[in-house]
């Protein structure tokens, strides 16, 4: 195994073990930082309270319906939208425009569909 790799390996096993020492949110996003997911688009849920993190996404122009029975809801601890990432920043991470192939595209990742971000949740139960 190659030093890098095995850089990343112990600092995954870092990441992953504190889950089981952190707060869920700090956790998490300290996984996904190891992972190069990084971004200041965020909204902090009220003492991640799940009734909290429904009520701001009640509000919000355009979303679907949430299915409390679907998502077992009555279940859940805490709720954070950790971040969301849009199609730039990701793509800024990644490849350069040197090799397009590799380019990240979100419509090309999800679905054909336009979508030009991604959220990402954390639901502790």
């Given at each position: 195994?190659?030093?890098?790799?095995?850089d990343?390996?112990?600092?995954?096993?870092?990441?992953?073990?504190?889950?089981?020492?952190?707060?869920?949110?700090?956790?998490?996003?300290?996984?996904?930082?190891?992972?190069?997911?990084?971004?200041?688009?965020?909204?902090?849920?009220?003492?991640?309270?799940?009734?909290?993190?429904?009520?701001?996404?009640?509000?919000?122009?355009?979303?679907?319906?949430?299915?409390?029975?679907?998502?077992?809801?009555?279940?859940?601890?805490?709720?954070?939208?950790?971040?969301?990432?849009?199609?730039?920043?990701?793509?800024?991470?990644?490849?350069?425009?040197?090799?397009?192939?590799?380019?990240?595209?979100?419509?090309?990742?999800?679905?054909?569909?336009?979508?030009?971000?991604?959220?990402?949740f954390?639901?502790?139960?």
């Amino acid at each position: 195994m190659s030093p890098a790799a095995s850089d990343l390996r112990s600092t995954l096993k870092s990441a992953l073990a504190a889950f089981t020492q952190k707060p869920l949110r700090e956790a998490s996003l300290s996984f996904f930082k190891t992972l190069g997911y990084i971004s200041e688009r965020t909204v902090i849920v009220p003492k991640s309270s799940p009734r909290a993190f429904l009520d701001l996404f009640a509000k919000t122009p355009g979303t679907a319906p949430f299915d409390q029975e679907k998502a077992l809801f009555a279940d859940w601890v805490s709720a954070d939208l950790l971040f969301q990432l849009t199609d730039d920043e990701v793509r800024s991470a990644t490849a350069p425009a040197s090799t397009p192939e590799f380019a990240f595209d979100i419509n090309r990742c999800i679905s054909s569909c336009a979508y030009s971000q991604a959220a990402y949740f954390v639901s502790g139960s």
